[in-house]
C-alpha cells in the first residue's frame, strides 16, 4: 500500500509505513507480563486466606448412647464457625481422641462429634427422660454434664429440706432454651443416664411427675 503525497505540480508516492508490535526486548512487554503475573498471584492469596473453615471429624452414621467410636466411624467436615471460640467444643481432624470414646448421648449421621459426647460406657445404667421445673435446673447444666439429683419434699417451692437421691448423673441430653419441644414454660425435659436401680428409678420418676426434682451440677 502506497500514500499519495500531491502539492501544487507535483505528485510523490511514498511507501506506507505499517505499525509493528513490540518486540521480546520491549520493556512495556515484560511490564505488562509482571503486572499481570502480580495480579494472578495476589487474587490466588485472597482466595486462599478466606478459608477459615476449619476440618472437624464428624459421624459417618446414626450411633446410640454406649457405641464405642473408632476412626472408622468418622469424616471430616470442613466448618466455617462465626465465633473462633465454638470450635473448642468439637473435636478436630488433627486431635486424638481420648481412651474413653463411647457415645454418652446418641449422634446422628453427619453430626460432628462434640467433645462433651464421648465417655465411659456404664452398662448398669439407664435411659431416662425427666421433667425438671426450669427454676431449678442451672443453665450451666448441659449435655454431657455430671449432676447429682435431689428431691424437694411435696409442697415445698424453695428446695428447703432437699435430699440427695442420685449422685454423679450423666445428662445425656439437655435441649436448649430454644430447642426445647416439650410446650411447658415451666419445665424442661433432660435426658439422665440413671443407675438401674428399682427405688432409686422409681422416688425419681415420682419427683419428675410432681415437679419436685432438682439437679445440682458438679465441677
Request: hydrophobic letters at 40%; zero cysteines.
Amino acid at each position: 500500500m502506497s500514500v499519495v503525497k500531491m502539492s501544487l505540480g507535483n505528485t510523490e508516492v511514498l511507501p506506507a509505513q505499517r505499525a509493528s508490535s513490540p518486540g521480546w526486548r520491549d520493556p512495556r512487554l515484560w511490564i505488562g507480563v509482571a503486572l499481570v503475573a502480580v495480579s494472578v498471584v495476589a487474587g490466588a492469596r485472597v482466595v486462599g486466606g478466606s478459608d477459615d473453615s476449619v476440618a472437624i471429624w464428624s459421624l459417618r452414621s446414626d450411633m446410640a448412647p454406649g457405641d464405642m467410636i473408632t476412626p472408622s466411624d468418622l469424616v471430616t467436615s470442613r466448618v466455617h464457625f462465626s465465633n473462633p471460640a465454638d470450635v473448642d467444643r468439637y473435636f478436630t481432624a488433627a486431635d486424638t481422641l481420648p481412651a474413653s470414646r463411647h457415645l454418652v448421648r446418641g449422634i446422628g449421621a453427619g453430626e460432628l462429634l462434640p467433645r462433651s459426647g464421648l465417655g465411659d460406657f456404664d452398662p448398669e445404667t439407664v435411659q431416662v427422660s425427666v421433667s425438671v421445673p426450669r427454676t431449678l435446673l442451672p443453665p450451666t447444666v448441659t449435655t454431657g454434664a455430671t449432676v447429682d439429683l435431689w428431691i424437694t419434699p411435696a409442697g415445698s417451692s424453695s428446695g428447703e429440706g432437699a435430699k440427695r437421691a442420685v449422685e454423679s448423673v450423666v445428662v445425656v441430653e439437655a435441649p436448649s432454651v430454644s430447642s426445647d419441644l416439650s410446650g411447658s414454660a415451666t419445665e424442661r425435659q433432660v435426658v439422665l443416664g440413671i443407675p438401674d436401680n428399682e427405688d432409686d428409678l422409681a422416688k425419681i420418676l415420682a419427683a419428675s411427675s410432681s415437679g419436685r426434682l432438682m439437679l445440682v451440677g458438679r465441677g
